[in-house]
């Protein structure tokens, strides 16, 4: 028996999440398609990374938490999950921020080519929840060192 249609599936799910993101929908509404995704396919990071950032973007720090520590435990070398990551512990006080950010700032030296994504993703992050002061310490930490 094959996994097949499951993974069609949670990939057609991310393609719709990305679109509907990508045209404005608000994050809010954007939250079950992501949390029916990580439940169909629990082991993409991709999934669980897009599920911490609008959480994030909903001003659900405790809830990103746990899914942002799922996407930074499946792809440990994606800065943007370590971003989300240091963004949700920094909002809920929680220790491990540094740690984040250093993770993420090395994975930016590394792949360099995701730098112009991760720009795109603080400032976008800014236009959708403005005054975002977590954001915005994250982004200086993690961009200007």
């Not at 930074?72 to 990551?85: G, T, Y």
């Not at 512990?89 to 491990?96: D, P, S, V």
């Not at 792949?111 to 310490?137: C, T």
């Amino acid at each position: 028996m094959t996994n097949e249609p499951s993974i069609n599936i949670a990939e057609d799910l991310f393609q719709q999440g990305l679109e509907r993101y990508r045209s404005g929908e608000d994050a809010a509404t954007l939250i079950p398609l992501y949390e029916k995704l990580t439940e169909k396919q629990p082991k993409i990071a991709s999934g669980w990374i897009c599920l911490a950032w609008v959480y994030l973007l909903n001003n659900q720090a405790n809830l990103a938490v746990k899914a942002a520590k799922q996407g930074v435990k499946l792809s440990p070398e994606d800065p943007q999950a370590r971003i989300n990551l240091a963004i949700a512990l920094l909002e809920t006080n929680q220790k491990g921020v540094r740690e984040q950010v250093e993770a993420a700032q090395n994975w930016l030296m590394l792949l360099s080519d995701l730098k112009e994504e991760i720009v795109e993703n603080f400032a976008e992050g800014a236009r959708r929840r403005p005054n975002w002061d977590a954001l915005e310490k994250v982004r200086k930490w993690v961009l200007e060192g």
